[in-house]
Structure formats: C-alpha cells, structure tokens
C-alpha cells in the first residue's frame, strides 16, 4: 500500500538537536556490518540460570498482575538489608526504597522531583547521554562542569564555583562511564563538605556499584550522612545481574525526598515488572553473584588491556564499570586524524569493532582522540575482536 502523506502539521519537538542515541546508533551500524559490538554497554552472555527460574517460578505462583506501586515488598527488603551490609546506611524499606523500570527512569524521575523550570542541575562532563535530555525535559538549566582532562576525577574547585541560587540538584556517577573512574573516599567527603552549606539535592548514579576493582571499594553516596540526608542513591540490578534488558532498577531516599519521588513515579511507570521483581528478590538472598562480580569482570577487564596493550591504542585506567577508554592518536593508520565519531564509524565498517567516541558524553562534542570499549562480553567476543585491532 503506498505511504499517504499525513494530514497533521509536524510535531514541535521538546528536545531540538536530539536524535537517535549514540548507543543506538552504533549498534544498527555494527549490526548492519556484521561487526563485533564493543560499543554499547551489555552483556552478549547469559543471565545466572538460578535468576531465570526464579522468574519463572514467580511466574507459576501467579505473580503476574500489577505490582504495588512503590516496589514488591520482598525485594526493597533485600535492597535494604544489601544496603546497610555495604554502606551502614538504614533504610526504610517502607518510605525510602522504590523499584523502577531501570536506572534511566529513577534519574529522570528524580530530576523532576529537584527542579522547576528555570532551576539548574551540575553535571559533570563527560556524562551518561540521558542526563542533559532529562534536565531540559524538566525546565530546568544543565550548568556543565568538566572533570579534570586526562583522569577525569572531579575537580571540585570548579564544582563549587559553579553553584548558584539556582541550583537545585548534583549529578554524579561512580564507578564513571565512560571512563571507569572510581570516585574514593576522600572525593565523596570533599563533596559533602562543599554540599553541607546548601539544599541542593544529590543524584547519585550508581549502577556499576558492583564493579569496582581492587584494591578499591565503591565509596556510595550512602556512606556519608551528609549526602545520604540529600541523595537519590540509584542502582540497577540489570547491570549487576547481565539482565538489561528487564529494566529493573531502584531508587533510596530518605522518606521526604521518596515521597515526592514516588508522586511522580506513579503517574510515570506506576510500577515495575511483577514477577521479575519477585524472581529478583528470591535471587538476591544468595549474595555471592553480586559479591563475585568485581573478580568476574576484573579477570575480562585484564584479558581485554593485555591484548590492547600489544597494539598501539594508548590506555586510561579502568578502575570500575565494564568499560575501557582507549586513545587513537598513535595508531599507525592515518584514520586516527578523524574526529572520534568518524573514527569509530570507520572502526566498525572497515575493522570489524564497533565503538563509542567519548565526544558523545560532552554536550559540545569536544574532541579528545578517546574511544570507548565495552568489554562486558564472552571472552571468545573479546578475543575476535582484540585479532581485529591487532591490525592498527
């Protein structure tokens, strides 16, 4: 049947400038030339198989309606127990733990919670594409503060001086993606010191709490009362658990900030998927996956840089996440002139390996000859694609 033309004059877009993701992207063009995915960050082995007969047993057992909106119980109860064995931090698993549909989702609700139009939000740049949308959909104003070029750790001078009346909310991610930095525990008391004087709330992505590798320790928002009374502490069990694709994250707050958190949560998602939630829950009283998790990936993380490490790719530090920034401005073929996108297209059609630019996470593109690798991926995929790169 041939395309009719619609009646309806186009939409005014809320989001100008904005297409489809750099994620989404890289992945049609590495599928569309049969090219090994090292771009976008999931895993290509399975789940635990204990996880997916929980979630079919839940499912027997009739867990297939509408969750409570605020999370199935059983699961912010092991939320809470997991949070006070690692951080000390109690929460209420009644009033301060609520079960969103991903990680995505709990940022965004959580900015709308901070903010009115006109408000601003700090982020610290590079950052996680889904922030600055998430801002502008609020009405709010994102004030870019970069961290500090080559290791990119915070640079907290600049933070501070970049607060204002205005300002309403705090990003911060750690363990870092894109580039694996593990804020410690000095950086976390240094924000805290420099929040203590003002009633900006603190988001704090955390998804990748689960991996960070020795001799570090994940330094949570939880950990500091300081931050923990401000903080929207989020996690995602679909990174720990190899699971994105479920889209099950959670939100902890204290009580004042989850209550307006889940009055926009219910009229947003409502609830989250029953009987995973439940499979979930049941999965999480065995704690040795999440506890084996930074071992697991350290071993993929090491495999990864040894076989980088015999080409001519210069390599940042990866201290958490799954990810494995790498500098192009060595290599030996001439395409290491390109801008970082060019480049990466170029690394997919013609080598094989599909890559993210870091100059995706800077809202203008800055350009600093880094690519970013997501080696959460069987060691058989880390292994073809290290054969490939051995060509540059």
């Known amino acids: ?3 009719t033309a619609s009646p309806f004059p186009p939409l005014e877009t809320r989001l100008p400038g904005v297409g489809d993701n750099i994620f989404s992207a890289m992945s049609a063009l590495a599928a569309r030339h049969q090219a090994i995915n090292l771009g976008q960050g999931f895993p290509d082995f399975a789940c635990d198989a204990a996880l997916t007969d929980a979630v079919t047993q839940a499912m027997r057992a009739g867990h297939n309606q509408y969750a409570p909106m605020p999370g199935v119980p059983a699961l912010r109860q092991a939320i809470a127990a997991q949070l006070q064995a690692l951080y000390g931090r109690a929460y209420s698993a009644e009033s301060e733990i609520t079960i969103t ?9 959580a900015i709308l919670c901070c903010t009115q139009p006109g408000d601003e939000v700090i982020v610290l740049e590079p950052c996680y594409d889904s922030y600055l949308p998430g801002i502008r959909l609020a009405g ?3 004030v870019r503060v970069p961290l500090a070029p080559g290791s990119f750790r915070p640079d907290f001078d600049r933070l501070a001086a970049a607060i204002t009346p205005r300002t309403r909310a705090l990003i911060i991610n750690t363990p870092h993606n894109p580039t694996g930095t593990v804020w410690s525990a000095a950086d976390m008391q240094r924000l805290q010191e420099i929040l203590a004087p003002t009633r900006i709330a603190l988001i704090s992505d955390e998804v990748y709490a689960h991996m960070v590798y020795a001799p570090l320790r994940h330094e949570s928002a939880a950990r500091l009362p300081g931050l923990a009374s401000r903080a929207f502490v989020i996690g995602s069990f ?10 099950v994250g959670y939100v902890a707050a204290p009580a004042a900030l989850t209550a307006e958190l889940r009055r926009l949560h219910q009229f947003n998602v409502f609830c989250v998927n029953t009987p995973m939630q439940h499979g979930i829950a049941a999965y999480m009283q065995n704690p040795a996956p999440w506890q084996q998790l930074p071992a697991f990936y350290a071993a993929k993380r090491d495999r990864f840089r040894a ?7 210069r390599l940042l530090p990866c201290e958490g996440a799954y990810f494995q920034c790498a500098d192009i401005s060595e290599l030996h073929v001439p395409e290491r002139d390109l801008p970082e996108a060019t480049f990466c297209e170029w690394l997919t059609r013609e080598i094989g390996v599909a890559a993210i630019p870091l100059s995706a996470f800077y809202a203008d ?7 970013r690798f997501c080696f959460a991926k069987k060691d058989e995929t880390l292994q073809a694609a290290l054969q490939r790169l051995a060509r540059l």
């Open 101 to 109: 549909a991903g990680a995505t989702q709990a940022i965004f609700t």
């Open 365 to 371: 593109g800055l350009d600093q000859k880094l690519i």
């Open 1 to 3: 049947m041939p395309h």
């Open 307 to 313: 076989g980088l490490a015999q080409t001519r790719f």
């Open 238 to 247: 679909g990174k720990t658990f190899h699971v994105t694709g479920w889209k």
């Open 140 to 142: 709010a104003a994102a």
